[in-house]
Nanobody
Framework: QVQLVESGGGLVQAGGSLRLSCAAS????????MGWFRQAPGKEREFVSA????????YYADSVKGRFTISRDNAKNTVYLQMNSLKPEDTAVYYC?????????????????WGQGTQVTVSS
């Protein structure tokens, strides 16, 4: 069993930055890939970014490529999402997820554990 707790969300103006954190507890954090997804009101939950078990491979949705950076610190059992140049369309609840595999995926079905989400609101 894995428990995930996100933090770092908030209200920011367009062009600003936020850093999300996701602290994991439970089984060995360094064994599996981690992902970030987001869900805006009335929309499906969508893939944002993922990172493999070691941190050597990262994946991004086209909509955030070049603006967001995912990273992980296996010693601290934490994954991060640095979000720069934020846009109003980035407004959503952001969820951290743990995969059952070592390499990341864009598919929600590949992730067995989810956090409770943290709200990110970008004002124009």
């Amino acid at each position: 069993q894995v428990q995930l707790v996100e933090s770092g969300g908030g209200l920011v103006q367009a062009g600003g930055s936020l850093r999300l954190s996701c602290a994991a507890s439970g089984r060995t954090f360094s064994s599996y890939a981690m992902g970030w997804f987001r869900q805006a009101p009335g929309k499906e939950r969508e893939f944002v970014s993922a990172i493999n078990w070691s941190g050597g491979h990262t994946y991004y949705a086209d909509s955030v490529k070049g603006r967001f950076t995912i990273s992980r610190d296996n010693a601290k059992n934490t994954v991060y999402l640095q979000m720069n140049s934020l846009k109003p369309e980035d407004t959503a609840v952001y969820y951290c997820a743990a995969s059952g595999r070592r390499y990341g995926s864009e598919s929600k079905d590949e992730y067995a554990y989810w956090g409770q989400g943290t709200q990110v609101t970008v004002s124009s």
